[in-house]
């Protein structure tokens, strides 16, 4: 197994897989925190491994296990979230670049080019990155309503502007009328 975390893909065995076990020291988790506007990042291990897929190509196989500290995106409070997922990449030797000024986005998202060597760190930095809450909320966060008008005019709520707000009265008022 490994320890660097850099793996030269000329180095790597074609006939078996390579396995790896990235598991940050505190201050490179730290590092991490301050990169990705963490509160906290208490644990973080990425392990797996990559396999030969035909001649040229490399499957990284691996799972990310994380437990991050994220603002409440409401009242601000530590937000405490755990992340156990898998990560997938195929590295391809022949991969090209599209060439226009704009390209619809592949459905698989999980090809990339093959480089000389495999930054084990800056996957997995990636994959936590994508895998984090977008907006984070704590149990006691509510979002309340704020209502805007012009002075002497009645305020327009959001019960007002739901489409079938009042089919419930109306229901009941035709169920006391039978």
Known sequence: MPNEDVLRVADLPQNSPTRFKLR???PVLSQIAMELDLLDLRK??????LAAQGRKDWRL????GATVVQPCIVTLEPVTTRIDIPVN???LAD???PEASEVEMPEDDETEPLPTELDMQRIM???LALALPLYPRSQSAETGE??????????????DVKPFAGLAELRDALKKDQ
């Open 24 to 26: 940050p020291a505190a």
């Open 44 to 49: 973080l291990e990425f392990s797996g491994q």
């Open 61 to 64: 196989t691996a799972k990310l």
């Open 89 to 91: 990449r195929l590295f």
């Open 95 to 97: 991969w090209h670049e």
């Open 125 to 127: 930095r990636e994959a």
């Open 146 to 159: 704020m209502v805007f008008t012009e002075p002497g005019k009645a305020a327009l709520t959001d019960e």
